[in-house]
């Protein structure tokens, strides 16, 4: 039997870079980043959790967080394709995890 882990990987990594990427995005649009206000936050990764849950069985999830930061709504869709792109790093990490593993 072996055992190996890495307590710094998980789905909180991938909903994390999600949000970073969709934050950046807000902030192009809008000039406010709701990384940096704490409410805002919690409801962007809420709305991240729920698309990657989605991304497990279907090819795209919508996200639609209204009133996200200064009465500005955020409405996107992320493809399965483009998920996978943004977590690529922790994949990979992942899979030398597992090749370690066996």
Same mark, same amino acid.
């Given at each position: 039997?072996?055992?190996?882990?890495?307590?710094?990987?998980?789905?909180?990594?991938?909903?994390?870079? $999600?949000?970073?990427? /969709?934050?950046? #995005?807000?902030?192009?649009?809008?000039?406010?980043?709701?990384?940096?206000? &704490?409410?805002?936050?919690?409801?962007?990764l809420e709305g991240v959790e729920k698309a990657r849950k989605m991304l497990s069985a279907t090819p795209e999830a919508q996200?639609? $967080?209204?009133?996200? /930061?200064?009465? #500005?709504?955020?409405?996107?869709?992320?493809?399965?394709?483009?998920?996978? &792109?943004?977590?690529?790093?922790?994949?990979?990490?992942?899979?030398?995890?597992?090749?370690?593993?066996?």
């Open positions: 039997m072996c055992h190996r882990s890495d307590r710094n990987l998980g789905a909180r990594d991938f909903d994390w870079e $999600i949000a970073k990427v /969709l934050s950046a #995005e807000f902030e192009k649009k809008h000039g406010d980043n709701p990384l940096q206000n &704490a409410r805002s936050t919690l409801r962007l996200i639609n $967080i209204e009133y996200l /930061l200064n009465e #500005e709504d955020l409405n996107r869709t992320i493809k399965k394709d483009e998920f996978e &792109a943004i977590i690529d790093p922790f994949i990979r990490r992942f899979s030398a995890l597992v090749k370690d593993a066996i």
